[in-house]
């Protein structure tokens, strides 16, 4: 029987400072490049070396001030500002790749669906495929003010927004146009059939949308759909939505239980348990021996900044830290932040000296530190115990992080039988599934709006 193929995406973020805070200070990290063409472009060609399955872009819309209700401690560590805009970075990629896949964030709170689903159709274009949206519906109360907003939309009532913002994608992106709707007849003067082009109407809560999707239909259609919610409102918007969802755990029984909500959700939805793929974030501090591994991770603890860590994760709870002293419990508050985030606040047993050993490397993943056969080791434990399907890489030092996986785990992983050692053809939905199929199946929610006959609108 041959083993379960790890999916892996790189974590990356259109900015400095992402996950593990402090390592632009290292002189072997590149990130205050990130707003050069050749960084990216390198970077894909190496990740497409490394046969990753896509990089995966982050982004927020806002600030992070919550830590000492200021922006210094992220304006001096570059805690993701300055952050640019990750769609604009995909047509430069994908001209240097051909496989690599993008998943992109963009918050739809502050997105009009018309013109999103203009944008990512026309990616799904130039990348014959290639590209996934993570959904996301924002928790920064700054950026809710910047936005116009005089505060953040309550957790709940966002994620009944994104409900309907979906079904306006979907009937956009499924029903406007028919799969035949092109023909390129020259001799008739014939592009497109009208017949077979609909006129969307749609009349909601949130959004009133009356036209035609402005983009032929492009090899998926809709994009891969990513996610990364475990409130109980995130699961159920997952369950019926969610192609991929990205967790965040701090051990294996942990991991376990989410993976095991995620694949109800889908069930409950009326789906198959795995049509949804399963990521985890993940450090990696791989050497040729663990000796030089565990070396290289001291040498990474001198660069990294707890603090701005730490300052991170206040915004991710809402909590200012910066009020406590180092030994003063925490007190777990309810807010309109990331719930997973405040939940391991919920004891409160944790002390600002706590949070700040946990980030010591900068941020809070999970690190695994060891030799290649050490690492793939435990990639396949946590794998085989969790039920999780793959992995999200983040970089520490880059584009060194990648670099070291790529050359010592992937082989290992590859002798194992627990890598694929080429691509599979198709686009990123075909790529990901076992099915082969580059639309949307017809159990996911999107199908239901496809314009299967010319009287549709």
Known sequence: MSKKKILLNAFNMNCIGHINHGFWTHPRDTSTQYKTLDYWTDLAQLLERGLFDGLFIADIVGVYDVYQNSVDVTLKESIQLP????LLLVSAMAAV???????????LTYEAPYLFARRMSTLDHLTRGRVGWNIVT??????????????????DRRYDQA????????????????????IEDRQARLYAQPEKVHYVRHSGEFYQVEGYHLCEPSPQRTPVLFQAGSSERGLQFAGSNAECVFI????????REQVDKVRASAVAAGRNPD?????????????????AARAKHAEYLTYASAEAGLAHFAASTGIDFADYALDEPIQHVKG????????????NDWTRQKLLDQHALGGRYITLIGSPEQVADELESWIAET???????????????????????????????SYKTAYEHGTLREKLFEDGDARLPERHAGASFRAHTPSQA
């Open 387 to 417: 039920g999780l399907d793959g992995f999200n890489l983040t970089r520490i030092v880059t584009p060194e992080s990648y670099e070291d996986f790529i050359d010592l785990v992937i082989p290992e992983l590859q002798r194992r039988g």
């Open 138 to 155: 924002g928790y920064l109360d700054s950026a809710a003010r910047a936005m116009g907003l005089t505060e953040q939309i309550e957790h």
């Open 83 to 86: 952050v640019n805009d990750p």
């Open 163 to 182: 409900d309907e913002y979906l079904e306006v994608l979907y009937k956009l992106w499924e029903g406007s146009w028919e799969d035949d709707a092109v």
């Open 97 to 107: 790749t051909k496989n690599l896949g993008f998943g992109l964030t963009a918050n």
């Open 275 to 291: 049509d949804i793929k399963v990521f985890m974030g993940l450090n990696v501090i791989v050497g040729p021996t663990e000796e």
């Open 248 to 255: 965040s755990a701090q051990n294996k029984p942990a991991t």
């Open 336 to 347: 309109n932040a990331i719930q997973s985030a405040t939940k391991i606040l919920k004891n």
